[in-house]
């Protein structure tokens, strides 16, 4: 997934424009001048289900620096085991209890990352894993998902923390035990997986970035909406989807093209690439009643859902898109069981590699 957009625009300017192009209703269009945009639905879900002979298929959850890890057989296997590990964790663990235990005034996204990696440490890094893992999953929760709120660190500090991280994870992955308990690093690990070093560290960390930032972000727009549009009592699962409609973590999708082509009479080049942006698929006019408002009353009914595409379409779709709905339904039911009071602390929702909520603090309300 690629979110790059043009050097220099704002946050507050990319968002604009994304909805000025549905207000244009452009079936595609140049969000750069190597982006062709695509907007328009079923083009949408077409591309995306890889429908067209030109795009070249892809993972960008499997790979690494040297290419991507082949055959399909093999992601699969990967994502049935640790899907394996995962969903049963998720039952097993009480993340209600969780969720109930957070402190009378919390700010947001952050808690919702901390929240998130209270619930799934265990599978990602067992209770017997180094003092030294631990820590690096702290600081990768820390700095580089809830990190964005907060100043940065300087590039050779930041490149000298993930050569750090990186060295940590294969010196974990590699380490014998004798522990009846199983984690992430364990399955990649496996020796009959025969995956690269490259390959361990970025499929791990895009697992971690998985369970923790998309679902916390996910989480944090579905309180921040619910308590903004006075909807804390609608039912949690319809605040999850329309919250999901409305504001998509995953702002674009990228593909790319294996030759010179035409979409929609539109001719794109290499090495331009499209771009799927369920952002403005879920905002298209004439797919939804409103589409630029909050209603999560809209899947009560029977609603057409080819126009919501948050988990992507076709054979790259998120895999773990229900035990994700489920979980958030969850949570969003414990944290809303009572009043809540929120007030904003930033300004704009982040436009970068995900649409993150402004941040947020949230307590109960008296």
């Not at 290419?67 to 640790?82: F, K, T, V, Y």
């Amino acid at each position: 997934m690629s979110s790059q957009h043009r050097r220099g625009e704002g946050d507050e300017a990319m968002i604009d424009r994304l909805d000025k192009i549905v207000q244009d209703r452009k079936n595609v269009c140049w969000l750069s001048s190597d982006q062709l945009l695509i907007n328009e639905p079923e083009l949408a879900r077409s591309l995306l289900s890889n429908n067209h002979e030109a795009i070249v298929a892809h993972s960008d959850f499997f790979g690494d620096r040297t290419g991507a890890l082949q055959p399909r057989s093999a992601q699969l296997a990967i994502i049935r085991d640790c899907l394996g590990l995962i969903e049963p964790h998720a039952r097993r663990s009480n993340g209600a209890a969780v969720a109930r235990s957070l402190g009378e005034e919390t700010v947001w996204p952050r808690t919702a990352h901390q929240l998130l990696l209270a619930i799934m440490r265990p599978v990602l890094a067992r209770s017997d894993r180094s003092p030294a893992l631990q820590r690096a999953l702290d600081d990768l929760v820390a700095d580089r998902i809830s990190g964005r709120y907060r100043g940065q660190r300087s590039g050779i500090r930041r490149l000298a923390a993930r050569f750090r991280y990186a060295n940590t994870v294969l010196k974990e992955a590699k380490r014998q035990t004798r522990s009846e308990d199983v984690d992430l690093l364990d399955v990649l690990g496996a020796p009959d997986r025969r995956l690269s070093p490259d390959a361990i560290v970025q499929i791990y960390t895009g697992l971690i970035f998985s369970l923790v930032s998309s679902i916390g972000l996910t989480l944090a727009w579905t309180i921040y909406l619910a308590i903004s549009n006075e909807a804390q009592e609608q039912p949690a699962r319809d605040l999850v989807l329309e919250s999901m409609r409305l504001k998509p973590i995953a702002w674009l999708l990228e593909r790319e093209i294996g030759y010179d082509t035409r979409i929609e009479q539109e001719p794109i080049s290499q090495p331009s690439r499209l771009v799927i942006s369920p952002y403005t698929v879920h905002r298209w006019p004439g797919a939804w009643d409103r589409p630029e408002h909050f209603q999560p009353g809209r899947w009560r009914g029977n609603i057409d859902r080819g126009a919501w595409i948050p988990f992507g379409v076709g054979p790259q779709r998120c895999p773990a898109a229900a035990f994700s709905l489920k979980l958030l339904t969850q949570l969003v039911d414990v944290l809303l069981e009572q009043p809540r009071a929120l007030r904003l602390t930033g300004r704009m929702p982040s436009v970068g590699a995900a649409l993150a909520p402004p941040e947020f603090e949230l307590s109960r309300a008296h």
